[in-house]
């Protein structure tokens, strides 16, 4: 079942001289629970790309369909919203709120919701992350992957349809990254997610269903 | 090492300070404001000085520093020779008139020259000065007293005793033709008629020299020169208040340094926290901590190098708009026209507000010096507290929490919008609850006399020409207009007056009209009025010579008082000493004599006159004694003098409609008066200054308190700006973050206001019991004032953060996202 579909994205920065064109053209369709690499070089254009499938920035041309909801025909005030309920993002930097301890930061994008946290759900992520000791600990106390594993709660959390990760192992060291990778992977396998990330390690990457590459704007391998 | 490297921080500081041009721009007017703020209180200051300076030498009538008379040629050579001298100009004094009509305020004719014009406040409103033999030239007061219309060429005779020695004495007469008036010098001691060099050469004269020196020190006077007189114009006048208004002005411009160094300390806060990304940059570079410091230093320079010369050209504008204004409301009201332009106003303010600007830059300066390259591109003001992990949640709790993220801030923040709710509340619950009926309340309608009296001038003592503060003729004419029911005055005697143990005594003769309102505390008054009984009612209101109310005096008791004068002489010639003479005595040859008559009297009766007829304040630490005048008198031997004459009618009407008449006939007089209305007016002048003083205390106050709550609002978005963004990804909407920071902001308010009205509450009692000693004002507690500012507070509290975070929400998630990445 299909569950993203993106139609001849295009997106350029700047004006004459210091024109870019960071997407000229991109097709892609994703299936529900797989599992996708965007590999390429730096400035290739896929954190754009990804950007613009969870609605952080709208494309200059072009369509995003999520779960059958347009992303360019609706105000940001909403997207923000279907964001909070239908998108898990995970960043490379973890930006977790530090004034709120791990469980808060976890259940946010529900409270903002205003709704009331699947206990249990939350319950049963902190166990498979490995952060049940760590409820009441506020982001500064913790470690890189400890964090990274947080950020990963967070972005379950809500449930998602889909989970946006812009290379969640680059602030970490290899091993921890594959850790926290490997936990990525068996939650979203668990709780039928699909997953799009962003990876500049081909180890990881070839740990994924699919694999695109994109090369100045375009998609040049599927 | 030194590395010759300032020009590329100049540079760098140059080109920094391109980049931000709002910021610029405001912190331009904070230091253009400071800088105009204090460029007024200088100029302020020293218009005050002028004032002062001005105010005595119209005082003196004369503005040289001292005069010398009947100079020979050689020594006014000498005078010229001498460093100290500056200027000389020449008076011819031909002579003098004190009586009718110039019983008041005497006329001087003389002639004047130029210099000498100048200092005498002649400056001709229209016409020449006297050319020929027969034209004078007259101030307006003159003519008026004269009845003579101000029309050039008019015919005016005027008497004149002669001041030569040798001159026949007795009153001579001369007419002239008018060749110019001029405004009167209304303060001065004299009026001064300036005849021509030609008349005062045929009439003789007595030739003094007027000179203005370079200090104010007395120099040694040409030999052989007995009369030189340097220094003494204006040396018994002492301005008073001169010492308080020197420390007010010296808090109003720490008030101001501060309130200009929480502006400007903001601005660079700011800015700083905003770029602090870009000092940790150049910091990672190699610019050392010392050089982002003076990057720091040069820009606020720059800044100044344009704000401070504004803001002295606004100030000097804005001080030569308010000196006057603030003089009149000062005892230098009858010179409040005197500005100062010296320019020490400029040095002096241009000084002040760059070391103001240059102390408020430093602490901005040392955050961007002393962070580390890494901790730059974190920088968040968070320093998050490990111990508060509680769960919080909704967006209150986000928002309490935000608030403790910089406590120091926030207390900042709470204290200084705090404070004016306080200043307010106590300063209006007292300006709102004065009472004039308290205040002021008189037992007769009108109150006349001259003006020193109103002024508490203390009258000269031991003199036997005192004259009567108000004249027979006077009172003559004001009942001749209204024939009041009660008309009576109150006499003190002349000379000094004290008990046979040397305890000063003021004796008040009081008509016997002026009885009915004196209050009998114990005893009995009839035996005042009792002939030859030699009773005296006591006046509770005297005290001793410590300031000790009089306790060891009682009825039946009995006084002596000695009614005395007292004689200067020259203890070798046995000559009488005046004024002049005595400054030139050695000390060891004065010797002083008194004389007069004592009276034993007995003590009838413990009273407590009205406090309209009392001149105690006249006499500090003094027994008072109240006499019936005939009394008075008869034991001084007529030496007494008519102080106050009151009047007054049980018709209402009658007193209303002669308030103007008496109004008008004072001021053409030479007199002054007191009544409901001009009390009332006093006292409306003096409520209106307090509510002034603290509203404008309140509005700087507030400004402060509302900048530091802007700063803490901006800096708190701004360096959240990427915290802001995650929560946007992760789905926190716009319109929920705004609630956030609202929420934030009503806390900083709400919180102030709370904290202010508490204190208000808890300073209420102590503020009330301050003032229990001024029984016309019972401050009332009173929330309303302090409403006034809560709901100016609460709009910025909702209105900042909303607008704050709409320009940081202007940049995209995107952009702000990757900031730090």
């Known amino acids: ?222 | 090492m030194n590395v010759k490297n300032s020009r590329s921080i100049k540079k760098l500081a140059t080109k920094s300070l391109k980049k931000s041009f709002v910021r610029n721009l405001i912190a331009i007017s904070a230091i253009a404001l400071t800088t105009l703020m204090i460029t007024s209180v200088f100029s302020v200051a020293f218009s005050f000085k002028t004032a002062s300076k001005e105010l005595e030498s119209r005082m003196h009538g004369c503005y040289a520093s001292g005069y010398i008379d009947e100079l020979t040629d050689e020594q006014y050579q000498e005078l010229l020779a001498n460093p100290a001298t500056k200027k000389t100009g020449t008076e011819l004094k031909v002579g003098t008139f004190s009586g009718q009509p110039f019983e008041k305020k005497s006329l001087e004719l003389s002639y004047l020259d130029e210099n000498s014009a100048t200092w005498h406040f002649v400056t001709l409103a229209e016409g020449h000065m006297p050319e020929a033999k027969d034209e004078i030239v007259l101030d307006k007061a003159v003519l008026q007293v004269l009845g003579i219309d101000a029309k050039l060429g008019t015919e005016v005779t005027l008497p004149y005793q002669s001041y030569q020695k040798d001159a026949e004495p007795g009153v001579k007469t001369a007419t002239f033709r008018l060749a110019g008036y001029f405004e009167e010098n209304a303060i001065g001691p004299c009026h001064y008629a300036c005849c021509s060099e030609a008349f005062a050469k045929e009439a003789g004269y007595v030739n003094r020299t007027n000179v203005v020196t370079n200090t104010d020190v007395v120099y040694v006077a040409p030999e052989g020169v007995s009369t030189f007189q340097i220094g003494s114009y204006g040396e018994q006048t002492n301005v008073s208040g001169d010492n308080d208004s020197l420390v007010l002005i010296a808090l109003f411009l720490v008030v101001i340094a501060l309130s200009g160094y929480l502006i400007i300390y903001n601005i660079f806060q700011i800015s700083v926290v905003n770029d602090i990304s870009y000092y940790g940059l150049l910091k990672t570079i190699g610019v050392t901590g010392k050089q982002i410091k003076k990057i720091v230093r040069i820009q606020s320079l720059i800044l100044s190098a344009v704000g401070i010369p504004i803001g002295i050209l606004l100030g000097t504008g804005v001080g030569a708009m308010t000196s006057p204004i603030i003089l009149k409301s000062t005892i230098l009201s009858s010179v409040a026209d005197s500005y100062s332009t010296t320019p020490w106003i400029w040095v002096l303010s241009a000084l002040f507000a760059l070391i103001t600007v240059f102390i408020s830059c430093s602490k901005p300066g040392r955050i961007a010096a002393g962070i580390s390259p890494v901790e730059a591109f974190k920088y968040s003001e968070v320093k998050v507290d490990n111990k508060n992990n509680r769960h919080v949640s909704g967006l209150f709790g986000m928002a309490g929490r935000n608030m403790s993220r910089n406590k120091k801030k926030t207390v900042l923040v709470f204290l200084s919008m705090s404070l004016p709710i306080v200043i307010l509340s106590l300063g209006l619950s007292f300006a709102n609850n004065m009472s004039f009926e308290k205040f002021y309340s008189s037992d007769y309608a009108f109150k006349v006399s001259n003006t020193d009296y109103f002024n508490y001038e203390v009258p000269r003592y031991s003199e036997e020409t005192v004259n009567d503060f108000i004249s027979d003729r006077d009172i003559e004419n004001i009942n001749s207009q209204y024939q009041f029911e009660i008309s009576g005055s109150a006499y003190t005697f002349k000379g000094i007056s004290e008990t046979k143990e040397g305890n000063w005594s003021v004796v008040t003769g009081l008509d016997d009209c002026l009885f009915d309102k004196v209050q009998v505390v114990e005893g009995d008054l009839s035996p005042l009025f009792n002939g030859d009984s030699h009773a005296i009612a006591l006046n509770e209101n005297g005290t001793d010579f410590q300031g000790q109310s009089v306790k060891n005096l009682k009825v039946g008791d009995k006084v002596t008082i000695n009614y005395s004068f007292q004689r200067v002489y020259d203890t070798r010639t046995g000559e009488t000493l005046d004024q002049a003479a005595l400054l030139n005595t050695p000390t060891e040859y004065i010797g002083s004599e008194n004389s007069g008559t004592s009276v034993d009297y007995t003590i009838c009766a413990v009273v407590k006159p009205s406090d309209d007829v009392y001149i105690g304040y006249m006499f500090m630490d003094a027994y008072a004694f109240v006499l019936p005048s005939e009394t008075l008198k008869k034991d001084t031997d007529g030496n007494i003098y008519r102080y106050l004459q009151v009047f007054d009618s049980p018709d209402q009407d009658k007193v209303a409609s002669a308030e103007e008449f008496i109004e008008d006939y004072s001021q053409k007089n030479g007199l002054a008066y007191s009544s409901d209305k001009t009390e009332r007016a006093t006292f409306k002048t003096f409520e209106d200054m307090i509510r002034r003083v603290v509203t404008t205390l309140c509005i700087v106050l507030s400004v402060i308190g509302i900048l530091n709550f802007i700063n803490a609002v901006l800096t708190g978005i701004t360096t959240r700006s990427h915290e802001f963004a995650v929560l946007k990804a992760i789905g926190m909407t716009d319109h929920q973050q705004k609630r956030v920071l609202v929420t934030e902001g009503m806390f900083y308010c709400l919180g102030s206001i709370l904290l202010g009205s508490g204190c208000y509450t808890l300073l209420h009692a102590p503020f009330v019991k301050l003032f229990e000693g001024l029984d016309y004002v019972t401050p009332q507690f009173s929330l309303f004032p302090m409403s006034m500012i809560a709901v100016i507070f609460v709009i910025l509290g909702i209105a900042i953060p909303y607008l704050v975070y709409s320009v940081v929400a202007r940049r995209t998630v995107v952009e702000r996202l990757r900031i730090n990445e």
């Open chain 1, 1 to 222: 079942m299909e569950i993203l579909k993106a139609t001849g994205l295009k997106k350029t920065y700047g004006k004459g001289d210091t024109e870019v064109h960071a997407l000229r053209g991109v097709d892609l369709s994703v299936n529900k629970g797989e599992f996708l690499a965007i590999v390429g070089t730096s400035g290739s254009g896929k954190s754009t790309l990804l950007n613009m499938l969870g609605g952080l920035d709208q494309p200059d041309e072009g369509t995003v369909l999520i779960d059958g909801n347009n992303l360019q025909k609706m105000k940001d005030e909403k997207i923000t919203i279907f964001r909070r309920r239908k998108i898990g993002f995970i960043f490379q930097a973890f930006n977790l709120v530090p004034v709120l301890n791990v469980y808060d930061n976890i259940t946010l994008p529900i409270e903002l919701d205003g709704k009331k946290p699947d206990q249990k759900f939350i319950e049963e992520l902190l166990t498979i992350l490995g952060l049940k000791e760590k409820t009441k600990a506020l982001p500064n106390q913790l470690s890189g992957g400890q964090q990274q594993r947080v950020a990963i709660a967070r972005a379950l959390a809500s449930k998602p349809a889909i989970i946006l990760a812009d290379e969640p192992t680059g602030n970490l060291d290899s091993k921890t990254g594959l850790d926290v990778l490997g936990l990525l992977k068996t939650t979203c396998r668990k709780y039928d997610q699909t997953l799009i990330m962003i990876t500049h390690n081909d180890d990881i990457a070839q740990t994924a269903d699919r694999i695109i590459r994109i090369e100045d704007g375009h998609i040049v391998t599927r």
